[in-house]
Structure formats: structure tokens, C-alpha cells
């Protein structure tokens, strides 16, 4: 039998695992790495095009809600989201790996395997692996990104331009979801360096214990597991980019170290006394108030001033209305050519709900309730309902409220899905009972 050419991570704390997945997987598949520390990973990933990790979920004892295995998934796919990740869990815990492959991940399987399960998982894995290595050298030769109309996002990619031509750092705030990492990507994507990598570290998710290995990595025997001389995420982004996102909630006790690096551009594994030359272009975000946390000796002076040569605002969704629609129907575009689907579009009275709706989540929402609808939407138009944006508590409730007629017909159509249930039809439109009722009275629906 011939085998197939993939690269497979097994990633598992038990020596006994490792070497069963092994034996089976080496019969089919051309290359096997396994490891029993997840720390090793990044490293792996770094040195190999790995196609499938198989990663197991809990590494130490006492700790097996499953969180460990959510960390380690989200960097692999910030590391190389073209890798393909199936999560191992007990049966128990299938509710956690449920919820990796709402953040990403392939599939799950239940420990102890059924072989032939095990095999035919990952045979489908290595075939999206395929799939997604032409997607990315697609998306890197025609990215597209949405810039919209309204004056204060057009200043901001304005300036982004111009900055994106310099290696001056930069600085950009905002609220949570405003885009801040595609904007990091579009200032890469438009320098001298965007053939080089573009390393993306969220630095809230950093624990004080990994913020130095990961960062500026580490040498063999600099600590328990440190059995090879590993990169940090600096040294990865070698003549390319490095995107700092979350700044703002480095302790105070670490943003020394940071700027330590930034000025002698130069960075330390832990375990060595050599310093390595960086030729690295900084790119930071926060959503945090970053001058008052200056004010308050939260955040040091002198590294906010390293990391804001140039400082770009990125507005909320609710400060460019005009842009809501015509960016849902970019996203819309977008997603239904990764789901490899055509002629997907909005119904005709969606747009004032999506103008309306609060979107406090700013374009991360709007992607994740678009992505969600189409999803589930029976056909190829996605209606009001199936976005999830009839928050009618929201709205105006004087009677010249040119909604008024949307909602009214809304509501009349779910009443006649659900044959007049009021508890169905109250779930379906995000409503309580009793205000059902008083829209329905409000209307003569009776």
C-alpha cells in the first residue's frame, strides 16, 4: 500500500499513545512527529510543513477542563492556520472539544480510538490540508480588504499607506473588533517586507510564566522540557513583521523586558547570554485607553513611545454607518468563496436591521452572525432572522418608526413558521413572551 504524502504532529503527554498512533499512522502517511510536550510545537511547526496535528486536550494532572488544549489549538492556527487540527478527548469531555472546533478546529476524536475512525479522520484532514495550501497561495497573490467610504476609515488606511512604505512603528487603537489585526496584515501586505512573515502574538493570552520563552524564545536545559534550542516569535518574524495586539495588558514587571528589545533591537533566549540581531517592524494594538494607563503608572511612558512612532484609529462600526451594509455584503462575498458557495446575498429588507442592530462587537460580530447564517440558512438568501439582529428592544417604538412595517411583517411570518406558537416564536425573533405579546397587540396580530 502506498502511502500518502502528509506530515502528522501527534501531540500527547502519554509516552504509551504516542507510540500507538504511530504504528498506526506510519503505515499510511509518509511522516510522523510525535512529542509529549505541547511546548514543543511551536518549534516543530517552525522547521516542518506539518499538514495534521493530532493534539490531545489535558497535560497535567489535576488540570482536565480541556483549557490547555483550547490554548494550544488557537497557536497553531495564529502559527500556521493553514494546519489542519483534530483535538483527542476522553468521552466525557466532549463538550470541550466542541467547542475547539468552534475556534477552529477540524474534528475531534474520543480516546480510546477505533483505528479504522482514527484513520479515516485524518485521511479527510490531510485532504483539507490540500485544499487550504491553494487557498493560501490564492488569498496571498489577490488579498482583498475592505475599506469602506466614510471619512475617519479612509483617513486611517490613508495614513497606512503612507506608514506601510516606512519601518516606522506602529501603534493602532480600538475598540474590540474593529479589525485591528487585518489592518496590522494591510500595513505588511503593502511594505517592502510582506515577503517576509507576518507573526501575530496576542499578548493577553500570555501567561507572566510564558512571556519571555515565547517572545524571545529559549535555549536547551534553560528550563524542565527545554530539550532543544527553540525561536521565540521575534526571531520568527525575522525581517518581516511582528504584531504586538493587546499591548495594553503586559504587567508592568514585563513591559522592561519588551523594552529592552525594542531598543536595542536586539533579543536574549532565555538560558543564553548571546544577544541576536533583530531586523524586525513593530506593529502594536491595543483596545485599552493607553494614555490614561500612562497617566496611572499602569503602562511605562518610554515603550509607548517606542511602539507609537505613528498611532492610526480604527472607529467602531457605529461611527461609520454608511459602511455597515456595503461591509456585510463584502463579508457575505467573502465567506461564500471559502465555503466554495455562489450567489448568496442578503433579502431585500435586511439592510435596515443591519444598520440599526447596536453591533457592539464591531466586524468581528458581523462576521461570526454572517458566517453562522449561512451556515444554517436553508437557501442562498440570508434573511434578518437568520443573522440574529431582531433586537427590537433596541429600536424606536414611536409609530413614524419607518421600521415599524419590517418588524410587523417579521413578525408575522415567524408566527405563521411556528404555527402561532408563542414560545417558538418568541425564541426565534430574540424576544421575551411578554414583549411578543405587546407587538402583537401593538400590531393586531390577534
Given at each position: 500500500m502506498r502511502k500518502k504524502q502528509a506530515q502528522i504532529l501527534v501531540v500527547d503527554d502519554q509516552e504509551e499513545i504516542l507510540f500507538s498512533a504511530k504504528m498506526i499512522l506510519k503505515k499510511h502517511f509518509e511522516t510522523i512527529f510525535t512529542t509529549s510536550s505541547p511546548k514543543k510545537i511551536i518549534s516543530i511547526l517552525n522547521e516542518n510543513e506539518i499538514n495534521v496535528v493530532l493534539l490531545d486536550m489535558n497535560y497535567r494532572i489535576g488540570f482536565e477542563d480541556g483549557r490547555e488544549g483550547i490554548h494550544w489549538l488557537k497557536e497553531i492556527k495564529t502559527l500556521s492556520p493553514k494546519t489542519i487540527v483534530i483535538l483527542m478527548t476522553a468521552f466525557g469531555k466532549i463538550e470541550t472539544a466542541v467547542e475547539g472546533i468552534k475556534i477552529g478546529a477540524f474534528d475531534y476524536v474520543l480516546k480510546p480510538w477505533n483505528n479504522e475512525k482514527l484513520l479515516e479522520i485524518i485521511d479527510k484532514a490531510v485532504t483539507e490540508s490540500r485544499k487550504n495550501t491553494k487557498k493560501e497561495v490564492i488569498e496571498k497573490t489577490d488579498k482583498r480588504y475592505f475599506t469602506g467610504t466614510s471619512a475617519k476609515i479612509k483617513h486611517a488606511y490613508s495614513i497606512a499607506e503612507k506608514v506601510a512604505k516606512t519601518d516606522a512603528n506602529v501603534l493602532i487603537l480600538g475598540e474590540n473588533g474593529t479589525g485591528k489585526y487585518v489592518f496590522a496584515e494591510f500595513i505588511h501586505q503593502n511594505s517592502e517586507r510582506k515577503t517576509a512573515p507576518f507573526v501575530h502574538v496576542d499578548l493577553g493570552s500570555l501567561s507572566d510564566s510564558l512571556f519571555e520563552s515565547e517572545l524571545f524564545g529559549y535555549a536547551k536545559g534553560a528550563f524542565t522540557d527545554a530539550k532543544t534550542d527553540t525561536p521565540g516569535r521575534f526571531e520568527m518574524a525575522a525581517n518581516g513583521t511582528i504584531f504586538l495586539d493587546e499591548i495594553g495588558n503586559i504587567p508592568l514587571h514585563l513591559q522592561a523586558k519588551l523594552l529592552h528589545v525594542l531598543q536595542t533591537k536586539t533579543v536574549t533566549r532565555l538560558g543564553e547570554s548571546k544577544a541576536r540581531p533583530l531586523n524586525v517592524?513593530?506593529?502594536?494594538?491595543?483596545?485599552?485607553?493607553?494614555?490614561?494607563?500612562?497617566?496611572?503608572?499602569?503602562?511605562?511612558?518610554?515603550?509607548?513611545?517606542?511602539?507609537?512612532?505613528?498611532?492610526?484609529?480604527?472607529?467602531?462600526?457605529?461611527?461609520?454607518?454608511?459602511?455597515?451594509?456595503?461591509?456585510?455584503?463584502?463579508?457575505?462575498?467573502?465567506?461564500?468563496?471559502?465555503?466554495?458557495?455562489?450567489?448568496?446575498?442578503?433579502?431585500?429588507?435586511?439592510?435596515?436591521?443591519?444598520?440599526?442592530?447596536?453591533?457592539?462587537?464591531?466586524?468581528?460580530e458581523m462576521e461570526n452572525k454572517i458566517e453562522r447564517a449561512l451556515i444554517l440558512s436553508d437557501n442562498n438568501t440570508i434573511s434578518v432572522t437568520d443573522l440574529d439582529i431582531l433586537n427590537f428592544e433596541d429600536f424606536d417604538e414611536k409609530d413614524d418608526n419607518p421600521l415599524s412595517e419590517m418588524e410587523k411583517m417579521a413578525i408575522e411570518k415567524a408566527l405563521f413558521k411556528h404555527n402561532g406558537n408563542i414560545s417558538k416564536t418568541a425564541e426565534e425573533l430574540g424576544l421575551s413572551r411578554a414583549a411578543l405579546y405587546r407587538r402583537i397587540e401593538k400590531y393586531d396580530l390577534k
Open positions: 517592524r513593530i506593529i502594536a494594538a491595543t483596545n485599552s485607553d493607553i494614555k490614561t494607563e500612562v497617566k496611572n503608572k499602569t503602562f511605562r511612558e518610554d515603550l509607548l513611545y517606542r511602539i507609537n512612532t505613528m498611532e492610526i484609529y480604527l472607529p467602531p462600526l457605529r461611527e461609520r454607518k454608511d459602511d455597515i451594509v456595503p461591509m456585510a455584503n463584502f463579508i457575505l462575498e467573502q465567506l461564500a468563496i471559502r465555503y466554495n458557495q455562489n450567489n448568496w446575498r442578503f433579502e431585500e429588507n435586511a439592510a435596515p436591521y443591519l444598520e440599526k442592530y447596536p453591533w457592539k462587537g464591531n466586524v468581528r
